[in-house]
């Protein structure tokens, strides 16, 4: 009976211990996985990547290439911006970024009125560099420091180049870009009309169209119906090149047209790889990232004052839909 | 040694220190997660402070640009102050996650501040433009902040989610861990209770069962507490006791078995004075006859019945004398003459008697009347039966420390058996004995006397003669105790 008390109790205990020490652990494990507070005002260099485009394929390497750089140069970096090209967002951004007073921004630029005010007399007001990645706007006009990114003029001469490779010398090509063209856009196809100009045969139908899904097809169709013998298109706003495609495809065959665009669109590597495109051209979105914080810094450091305003350039090249090069 | 006192006391005081450990890790841990919840609380309502005094700003810069008074700047000056102590507090929230945005939130509510202020200034120019559009611009940067402050709340929230579930969790399980302690601590505490009971209800137990043991009269049975506490001393007292009521026992045993021996020597010694005495109805009288007919005899011319009747006499005095005291044994050789002599009158040539004695050895003390009866068994025995009579030889010789006295016959003899019963006192003695004292009542008066057994020995057997030794030690201490038990 009494062997039996003891027993019983001996048991009891060692489950209740049991239980107690792995209750303990877990509730006695420090939960410190909250980031430590920073009570000192570090001086760090607070830089800002904006665009109007988060979240495409393109614009994510370009802020992987900054992030990375910004990691080497031991800078903080974060990618700010508004998503499907909505300016008023983006704007909005550019100047809470102005307000916060970082230390640089680097921008996606954008070819309009407020966009030069912000970067002219608020971001100069402030004191603080910018400068454009990917999409110049003329120093003239934006007060920007330096531009990263590829030269757009040569870019047109090579999707034409490629064109007139594939197509031939005769023909009538249709190129489709926004009906208020960005300064980027005017470049790529001033570079593809100083190629093709030089060919009488081949006849460019140069078109602008809003900026909507809809309203990109629409003006397809249109086209289209204007010039039925059309037999190359060049979206120089790559965005458009997938409803442009879409269309084609809705009513005829997509594979005897030459197609081409450029590789900053939402769907353009996709679109290449589906065969549907017959080159894009190539531009090295992370090389822009990181040279942009690059140059940013040097002016920052006072390294390297003033920039070169004309801009440093990343190479571009063309990429076929097989994958083989031009 | 270990009181029951102080073991209580050491019981529950470790449990009560151990209660209150328990309680002060329970009230830290809690504490320690308040704090944090009270602490995240205090980031968010710090943060929505920002909010709040930047739309306080704003006010307070309308109502003064539609009404530029002193009292209305006043304002806007306090809101502004209000604003900066709010920064203060915004800056010491910045960490590894969210420096970027809180080092932006702080530098847009300096961008509010300046705005504001250039709002004012132009104001106080009169340059209204220009005011106003720094108002709207204030005004934006308000709704800026406000943004941001959702924006730094949103962002808080996801990356500090994992941890506040973390809290949460960490919570539950304490509560959980309080119980789980509690069940611990009650089942050791009823085992500590349990074993603690009976460290003093088993000594109790045992000391229980030696006292039982010692009320039966068990007294040889050792007590055994194993303990250090009071009841150790208490059993160690009880066994003292218990020794000295065994060692009283046995005392009063040895005292009880003295007396009963003393009893037995003073029977013996009443049944032969008892004995005596029957023999001897008026003995005085029949002394002074016995007297009266030697002179009697002697005046008559028989001079050898006036001897033979002087032997009586002196034997009968003897007789009367002696049987209660210790005499020499030439006393007791004297009287054995005086016998032989009345024997020899009676027997004539029937009887021989011949002694042999060592005199030097006559001095040792004997009880009266020992050799007498044996002697008077030989004649009985060896002499009277036979027609042609015996020889009784009669020799003291010296042993040693030993003086044998041997009286020998020359008659039957007798079988061992007979001479066992002999020794042990089985054989009544018959009536015919001149002083009443037989063979048995004279062993058992020496080994009184000497306090050594087996001083008396038969040599005998069939048709052979019978020869009684009887050894007795010759430096006999003159104590007094011989004296006392014959008194």
Known sequence: MRKKFVFILVVLIMIFSYLTIASATKALRSTSDRP???????????????????????????????????????????????????????????????????????????????????????????????????????????LRKTYVGSDQFEAGEMVARQLIKEMGTTGEVIILGDQEQAYYQKERLAGIEDVLSKYPDIEMIIRGTADAKEQVMATTQQLMNEVPRASAFIAINANYAGPMIQEIGRRTQVEPYYIYTFDDGVGSTALLEQ???????????????????????????????????????????????EGEEP | ???????????????????????????????????????????????????????????????????????????????????????????????????????????????????????????????????????????????????????????????????????????????????WLLLLITVVLLLATYWFSLSITRPIHQLTKAANALSQGRFNQQIEVKSNDEIAFLAQTFDEMRININDLIVEIQQKAQLEHELQQSKLLLKESQFRSLQNQINPHFLFNTLNTLSKKAYLDGAEETSDLIVSVAGLLRYNLKRIDRSVTLFEEVVVLNQYMEIQKARFTDRLQFKSDIDKSCLDVKIPGLTLQPIIENAVIHAIEPEQDGGTIWFRIKKDGPWVIIEIEDSGQGMSREKMEQLLKGHIVPIEGHSTGIGFQNVVKRLHLFYGIEDLVTIDSSEGRGTKVVIQIPSAREEGNDDEASYR
């Open chain 1, 36 to 142: 430590a507070n920073l009570p000192f005002v570090s001086d760090t260099i607070r830089l800002v990547l904006i665009t109007q485009e988060l979240d495409t394929p393109f614009w994510n390497k370009v802020g992987q290439g900054a992030l990375k750089q910004a990691q080497k140069e031991n800078v903080q970096l974060e990618v700010w911006g508004s998503y499907g090209n909505n300016q008023d967002d983006f704007l909005k951004t550019m100047e809470v970024a102005i307000h916060s007073k970082v230390d640089g921004i680097i921008v996606q630029g954008l070819d309009n009125e407020e966009f030069k005010e912000l970067t002219k007399v608020k971001a100069a007001f402030y004191g603080i560099p910018v400068i454009t990645v990917a999409n110049d706007v003329p120093v003239e006009e934006s």
């Open chain 2, 1 to 179: 040694m270990m009181t029951i006192q102080k073991k209580i006391w050491i019981l529950v005081s470790v449990v009560l220190l151990i209660m209150g450990i328990i309680w002060l890790a329970l009230t830290h841990y809690n504490q320690k997660t308040q704090e944090q919840s009270n602490d995240i609380l205090q980031r968010y309502l710090r943060m929505n402070e920002v909010t709040t005094a930047s739309q306080q700003i704003i006010t307070n810069l309308n109502n003064y640009l539609l009404e530029p008074t002193a009292n209305h700047k006043q304002q806007i000056e306090k809101s502004i102050v209000v604003i900066e102590a709010v920064q203060q507090d915004v800056t010491e929230l910045r960490n590894v996650e969210n420096a970027f945005s809180v080092t932006n939130y702080i530098h847009l509510i300096d961008s509010l501040i300046e705005t504001a202020n250039r709002s004012v200034m132009f104001s106080e120019k009169h340059e209204i433009e220009g005011s106003t559009n720094e108002f709207n611009e204030a005004n934006r940067i308000s709704m800026y902040i406000s943004e941001m402050t959702l924006t730094i709340l949103d962002r808080e929230l996801k990356t500090s989610n994992r941890f506040y579930r973390g809290i949460i969790k960490q919570s539950e399980e304490l509560k959980k861990l309080g119980i």
């Open chain 1, 275 to 321: 065969g549907m495109l017959d080159g894009i051209l190539a531009q090295k979105p992370e090389e822009m990232g990181s040279e942009s914080v690059k140059r940013l810094m040097q002016w920052i450091s006072g390294e390297t004052v003033p920039l070169d305003s004309n801009g440093y350039l990343t190479e571009t090249r063309m990429v076929k839909a």
